[in-house]
């Protein structure tokens, strides 16, 4: 009779230390609210550059940009074309309408489909040193009004030049290279070279300078080259350098 009482005493003592983990475990653990919707935006330009650069390719005028988002939902891409995605007041339901903005300018919206996260357009009118503004607007997304704005800068078409040696001097004979960036087309492209004013080498990338050997040690040239292509874009590009 005794074991028996032991034996409903260890469950009761059991089940109150259970309900007493229970009731802790609801009071003191945190619990991880439902983050708000993120945008993940990435832009592209097809403009050119050296086939050894790896850094970000910029715009200039004229060029195409491509824009692309995904919109991140509780750690998944969101299904803007999901049949549910916007919600409307009279309980009716269809895919998530989608606003493309350039500069405060409309120029997608449901009226071009729904849910659409690409979108490609020329810059006509922003020059190098301004940004373009890309606002991606949903107007309701499972009733949620989300934005997301994003600045494109723009550059002009810009040039290195490759020199021989870190300190920038030269002897006798020299080689160099002119690498062109951010050009909209490289058709027609022409090069000058100019050592101190006066024109040298050929319309060429690469240049083989020769230096008057009459020429006393440390004297100062400048180097310019200047690129211009069919369509009118240019850019210039000088170096400073010596003499051994």
Known sequence: ???????????????????????????????????????????????YVPVWYVGKIFPTNGARISVRFDLIDNGRVADLLSPTCEKMNDNKA????????????????????????????????????????????????????????????????ELTI????????????SKFIAWPFFFNSIAGLSFQWLMDGAEVGDNSPFLNLSIDPATLPTTKINLEIQVQNANLETARKSVKLETK
């Open 1 to 47: 009779m005794t074991r028996l009482f032991d034996i409903k005493l260890q469950f009761k003592i059991l089940i109150f230390f259970s309900l007493l983990f229970t009731i802790y475990y609801l009071l003191f653990t945190p619990v991880h609210a439902q983050t708000a919707p993120e945008f993940m935006v990435s832009w592209q330009t097809q403009n």
């Open 94 to 157: 269809h895919p998530c309408r989608v606003r493309w903005y350039v500069n405060d300018d409309l120029r997608i919206n449901e009226d071009n489909g729904f849910g659409i996260k690409t979108f490609s357009f020329a810059n006509t009118s922003v020059y190098d040193g301004n940004d373009i503004e890309v606002h991606i607007s949903i107007p309701n997304y499972h009733g949620q009004s989300l934005d997301k704005i994003i600045l494109i800068p723009v550059k002009s078409p």
């Open 162 to 173: 490759e020199v021989p040696n870190y300190d920038q001097r030269v002897g006798k004979e």
